[in-house]
């Protein structure tokens, strides 16, 4: 998915929902850095952004929890 649209969808989000979806996105993370501990796969690029997007989502959680 692009950048753009995945930014609009985190933004439609609630603050329990980026909270859900950065618990997943970490999980995704462990998981790619697992593998690639193993030598299984070429994760480094799936790592790279699961990371980027994981510091999205805390930023607009930040975001979000200042506004309140």
């Known amino acids: 998915m692009k950048r ?3 930014m ?3 933004r439609e989000m ?3 929902e980026l909270k859900e ?3 997943a996105l ?3 993370l462990f998981r790619l850095k697992f593998r690639k501990s193993l030598g299984v796969g ?3 690029k799936d790592i790279r952004r699961e ?3 994981l510091a999205r989502v805390y930023t607009l959680m930040n975001k979000k929890a200042a506004a309140e």
């Open 21 to 23: 979806q950065a618990d």
């Open 8 to 10: 609009d969808q985190l």
């Open 14 to 16: 609630n603050p329990d």
């Open 42 to 44: 070429e994760a480094l």
């Open 4 to 6: 753009k649209e995945t």
């Open 51 to 53: 990371k980027k997007t």
């Open 26 to 28: 970490k999980e995704s």
